[in-house]
């Protein structure tokens, strides 16, 4: 199983980076809410677990994973007391640019009560879902004649059924879920309701049975109308060890994103503008900004220090 917060693949972990390569899903070229064009194959989805292993999203048919298996574990009491009990766990993921959800990936649990556990729970499995729609540029196209604007915003909503639970020292707790939303693969956290997911945006309210909040991505333009690249993933990960301690009985978090809207900076919408917004996904990143070799960052203090040294020679001999 991987998980975007750090991807878990069995007992190890790799980097977000690894999961940027796993991009298979070609989404097909259509027009959305008249003004808006989807291409590319930078969106995808996948599940693990343990029947199948491993599932990808292929089309509009979604990933899906399960594991079912016995859990093992000692009662607590005055002598430790073997127990076990059956245990089912799910997930699914699925990435639709165009569609009304963006991405979606859902992860469930079911065992009965085990009662109060001590001691280590075996197997340590669980499942893991992740949507993603990474290395996208805009290319903005204004009416005829007219240039195009300095920049866009989109406008996200996510709705998500439990919240990233914190510790006293404010620090993420990462018990179940472990979930995550990604913006250029940094995680984002999913708070509870009262507390806003982004500076200046509302704060996220309970809506229909689950949390809602809205994010947004600015993306300045060339002066052709192409924005830099940016990514989006989503990813939830359930691990049986923390369910059966803390959430006995069942688990349903299903977490869905939305592109609600894209606004010119004076918060038109672009629509109304008449100006049209291709997205391209699956692109070449670009190249990282390289670091100064120790030997040219060195080269380039000494400069700096004998200008300085002779800046203030010239003004003490005026």
């Given at each position: ?9 069995g ?7 690894a999961?940027?390569?796993?991009i298979v ?8 809410r ?6 590319g ?11 199948p ?41 699925l ?5 009304a ?7 469930s ?8 556990i ?11 879902a992740?949507?993603?729609?990474n290395?996208?540029?805009?290319t903005?196209?204004?009416?005829a ?8 915003r989109?406008e ?37 309701a ?5 500076a200046g945006?509302?704060?996220?309210q ?12 600015d993306?300045?333009l ?11 993933g ?10 059966l ?6 688990l ?12 010119l ?28 070799e120790p ?17 203030r ?6």
């Amino acid at each position: 199983m991987c998980s975007w917060k750090g991807f878990r693949l069995g007992a190890g972990r790799f980097s977000a980076v690894a999961f940027a390569a796993a991009i298979v899903w070609s989404a097909p070229s259509v027009a959305a809410r008249g003004d808006v064009i989807y291409t590319g194959s930078g969106a995808g989805a996948n599940a693990y677990g343990l029947n199948p292993p491993y599932s990808q999203q292929q089309g509009t048919t979604p990933a899906s994973a399960t594991t079912n298996e016995t859990a093992s574990y000692d009662h607590n009491g005055i002598v430790l007391v073997p127990g076990s009990t059956p245990v089912t766990m799910a997930a699914s993921a699925l990435a639709t640019p165009g569609a009304a959800t963006l991405l979606q990936v859902h992860t469930s649990f079911s065992s009965p009560d085990p009662g109060s556990i001590v001691g280590a729970i075996r197997p340590a499995d669980g499942v893991n879902a992740n949507a993603w729609w990474n290395n996208v540029d805009a290319t903005v196209q204004g009416p005829a004649g007219s240039p195009p604007p300095s920049s866009i915003r989109l406008e996200f909503q996510v709705n998500y059924g439990l919240p990233e639970l914190m510790n006293q020292f404010g620090i993420s707790s990462y018990t179940q879920p472990g979930q995550a939303l990604w913006m250029d693969y940094h995680p984002m956290l999913l708070t509870d309701a009262g507390t806003p997911l982004q500076a200046g945006e509302p704060a996220v309210q309970w809506q229909n049975g689950s949390l809602s909040g809205t994010f947004h991505i600015d993306l300045p333009l060339s002066a052709a109308g192409v924005s830099q690249q940016f990514s989006l993933g989503v990813s939830s990960d359930l691990e049986l060890f923390e369910l059966l301690y803390h959430y006995p009985g069942t688990l349903n978090n299903t977490i869905s994103v939305a592109l609600k809207g894209i606004y010119l900076p004076d918060g038109t919408p672009i629509a109304a503008a008449g100006d049209n917004v291709t997205f391209t996904s699956g692109l070449t990143p670009p190249p990282p900004v390289p670091a100064p070799e120790p030997a040219a960052l060195a080269g380039w203090c000494l400069l700096l220090a004998c200008g300085g040294l002779i800046l203030r020679r010239a003004r003490s001999s005026d």
